[in-house]
Nanobody, 124 residues
Framework: VQLQAFGGGLVQARGYLRLSCAAS????????IGWFRQAPGKERQFVAC????????KTGDSVRGRFTVSKDNAKNTVYLQMDSLKPEDTAVYLC??????????????????WGQGTDLTVSS
């Protein structure tokens, strides 16, 4: 499975951006896709996840109410819509995949495949 996250960039605070995670290779709809982020000097943090089969989703505490995860199975793509961005959202955003018929996972160790990540910088 190959994952490519893209869509990052430089945004002003209170702005918005949408990230995409495109999956290819031995992928299917029975999988959980997770979004994580890592800022310099900080640990990897869970952002959101979604199951491509049953649609179940979770959102991390720090982004709940501002970020929304969604999917387009026909395009093998999962999106992360980020609204009301804050400077503390600045990080490298990564997507990850594991096979799962139901549910999605907020723990990074649950995932088997990782993409390269895309940078987000939010200026104040």
């Amino acid at each position: 499975v190959q994952l490519q996250a893209f869509g990052g960039g430089l945004v002003q605070a209170r702005g918005y951006l949408r990230l995409s995670c495109a999956a290819s290779g031995r992928t299917s709809t029975s999988e959980s896709i997770g979004w994580f982020r890592q800022a310099p000097g900080k640990e990897r943090q869970f952002v959101a996840c979604i199951n491509r089969y049953d649609g179940s989703r979770k959102t991390g505490d720090s982004v709940r109410g501002r970020f929304t995860v969604s999917k387009d199975n026909a395009k093998n793509t999962v999106y992360l819509q980020m609204d009301s961005l804050k400077p503390e959202d600045t990080a490298v955003y990564l997507c990850a995949q594991r096979q799962a018929r139901y549910d999605c996972f907020s723990n990074a160790i649950a995932y088997h495949y990782w993409g390269q990540g895309t940078d987000l910088t939010v200026s104040s």
